[in-house]
């Protein structure tokens, strides 16, 4: 049987970083793997030169370059203002909704409730998510959150330390469980690690090429995305996940798992 996974998030690049390895490794495994993107960025950075086409257009054609590299199906985006998707929330979960009964994906994948950065478009889509999921008739599938614990964060700054490339990705403070303002100002955290449930190898160097897609959104500081292949494979060669949903049955080391 057909096996589908479906990856949820609100910007073009927050598949790459959220979840790239994952869909790239189950893409080259036979599975279906969709991304459904809620906006299309168009009021993101914008490293590119001036007088080239609107932004929103050129993300949206980033997205397509980083399905493509991971082996997703061509992606969608369901079309919602950029930093304002907390405004319709209501009709973004019901399109979601509406995705899963068409899909029947068996794993689904999305933000953590931090949101990563506290942007209130992740935040929101993390809610939609989530709302979405509880209203379907998942039948033995799984709601997975992705996350960014210390361990990432510390493997990467390593890497990039040995490399001489500057990094700040060892100074971020962990979630402290206190309410995630939703403009911004909360900056990247670290996930507590007793919300890790699944550990996943994957592919790093597909994910950081996953990653380059999206070079409207890397400035000088996104260095670390030109590490050769052999820093690639480690920096990005683990995923951590949350099991918020589902059978945990063989979830420890695998988001199909067993039933």
Same mark, same amino acid.
């Given at each position: 049987?057909?096996?589908?996974?479906?990856?949820?998030? $609100?910007?073009?690049?927050?598949?790459?970083?959220?979840?790239? @390895?994952?869909?790239?490794?189950?893409?080259?495994?036979?599975?279906?793997?969709?991304?459904?993107?809620?906006?299309? @960025?168009?009021?993101?950075?914008?490293?590119?030169?001036?007088?080239?086409?609107?932004?929103?257009?050129?993300?949206?054609?980033?997205?397509?370059?980083?399905?493509?590299?991971?082996?997703?199906? =061509?992606?969608?985006?369901?079309?919602?203002? !950029?930093?304002?998707?907390?405004?319709?929330?209501?009709?973004? $979960? $019901?399109?979601?909704?509406?995705?899963?009964?068409?899909?029947?994906?068996?794993?689904?994948?999305?933000? !953590?409730?931090?949101?990563?950065?506290?942007?209130?478009?992740?935040?929101?889509?993390?809610?939609?998510?989530? !709302?979405?999921?509880?209203?379907? !008739?998942?039948?033995?599938?799984?709601?997975?959150?992705?996350?960014?614990?210390?361990?990432?964060?510390?493997?990467?700054?390593?890497?990039?330390?040995?490399?001489?490339?500057?990094?700040?990705?060892?100074?971020?403070?962990?979630?402290?469980?206190?309410?995630?303002?939703?403009?911004?100002?909360?900056? =990247?955290?670290?996930?507590?690690?007793?919300?890790?449930?699944?550990?996943?190898?994957?592919?790093?160097?597909?994910?950081?090429?996953?990653?380059?897609?999206?070079?409207?959104?890397?400035?000088?500081?996104? $260095?670390?995305?030109?590490? =050769?292949?052999?820093?690639?494979?480690?920096?990005?060669?683990?995923?951590?996940?949350?099991?918020?949903?589902?059978?945990?049955?063989?979830?420890?080391?695998?988001?199909?798992?067993?039933?």
């Amino acid at each position: 049987m057909e096996r589908t996974l479906l990856a949820c998030y $609100a910007h073009p690049d927050d598949e790459s970083y959220g979840a790239g @390895g994952a869909i790239a490794k189950y893409a080259a495994e036979g599975v279906r793997c969709y991304i459904v993107t809620a906006t299309s @960025g168009e009021v993101g950075l914008d490293h590119r030169s001036e007088g080239e086409t609107e932004l929103g257009d050129h993300r949206i054609e980033e997205l397509a370059c980083a399905a493509e590299t991971l082996g997703a199906e =061509p992606p969608v985006i369901l079309g919602f203002p !950029d930093g304002g998707v907390e405004g319709h929330i209501e009709d973004v $979960a $019901a399109r979601y909704l509406a995705t899963f009964e068409e899909l029947r994906p068996d794993v689904v994948l999305t933000f !953590d409730k931090t949101g990563v950065t506290g942007h209130a478009d992740h935040l929101a889509i993390h809610r939609a998510v989530t !709302d979405a999921f509880q209203q379907w !008739d998942a039948r033995g599938s799984r709601l997975f959150y992705s996350l960014l614990p210390r361990a990432q964060f510390s493997k990467l700054a390593r890497l990039l330390e040995d490399a001489g490339i500057a990094s700040a990705f060892e100074n971020f403070p962990e979630w402290d469980g206190s309410p995630v303002p939703p403009d911004g100002s909360y900056g =990247p955290r670290v996930t507590p690690d007793d919300w890790i449930t699944t550990t996943l190898e994957v592919d790093g160097v597909k994910k950081r090429d996953a990653i380059r897609c999206h070079h409207s959104q890397l400035g000088p500081e996104a $260095a670390f995305v030109a590490m =050769p292949d052999d820093m690639a494979a480690l920096a990005f060669g683990t995923e951590y996940y949350m099991l918020a949903a589902g059978s945990s049955s063989g979830t420890e080391a695998d988001l199909f798992g067993s039933d």
